[in-house]
């Protein structure tokens, strides 16, 4: 994959053009986008997605509250005194993205974006247009290609490696299989980092009933990535190497809830959350 990376005034530029945006498959981004009520998809996407909401209505509060994760867990990991980020499977951003977050926190933050959508990328450039190029930078690279991102000199130009960093997988392990070593590639961005550094991390679960999400996810078959579904142990699997706060990996709404759990959000157990500190 080529270094398609950008900074915010255009400081990182290498050989960056348009990129096609791809109309005739649904993608994991713009599915997503539709749950959480955003106007950056297309038919195809709401397609998918409504296939998929006829079977399981609770995915758009699952989409909610996953957002929602994100946001806490950037905050607590910048109270606790970390200052860069690197959100891998950053997804469109919306209000309440990470560096807006984390600024709120410490105004210095340094934050870089990946995802591997092409669409997604273009949203991030858009919304960091005037942001300081030294501290936020988009990268367009693939998870599963760990070394490319560690060895990406966008990423090196905005993230002091040697000082603890949070690397932040919220909902995009889900697009990765076993097979192509999902466990592996968490470890790989855990060694990378300095101790002290962190993990949040959510992904989606088979839930209390059995045979509901794996129908559902069925809407998004011909999606460019499919869905995987993993238990509770599995996903905390994710957090080998590091200490976890509390209260540990939990259903998405009850990772350190900022109000009172509705019933709703309490039986919403379709996926996990937890945050890390490597040791
Ligand atoms: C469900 S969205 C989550 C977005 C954001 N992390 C959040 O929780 O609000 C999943 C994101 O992961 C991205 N994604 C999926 N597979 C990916 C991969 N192999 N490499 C990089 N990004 C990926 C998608 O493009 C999408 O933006």
Known sequence: MTDESIGDGGAWLPQWTPPPIERGQARPARIYDYLLGGKDNFEVDREAAEVALDLMPELRAMARVNRAFLGRAVRHLAEAGITQFLDIGSGIPGPGNTGEVARRVHPEARVVYVDYDPIVCAHSRALLVGADPDRTAILQADVREPKTILDSGAVHAVLDFDQPIAVLMVAVLDFVSDVED??????????????????????????????????????????????????????????????????????????????????????LDYGYAGVGIKR
């Open 182 to 267: 999902a466990h592996g590639i968490a470890i790989q961005f855990l060694d990378a980092l300095a101790p002290g550094s962190g993990l949040a991390l959510s992904h989606a679960s088979e839930g209390r009933e059995p045979g509901k999400f794996g129908a559902a996810r069925k809407g998004w078959n011909n999606a460019t990535s499919q869905l995987v579904l993993r238990d509770r142990q599995e996903v905390g699997r994710f957090f080998t190497g590091t200490e976890l706060l509390a209260p540990g990996v939990v259903i998405i709404p009850a990772w350190r809830p900022d109000h009172e759990l509705t019933d709703a959000e309490r039986d």
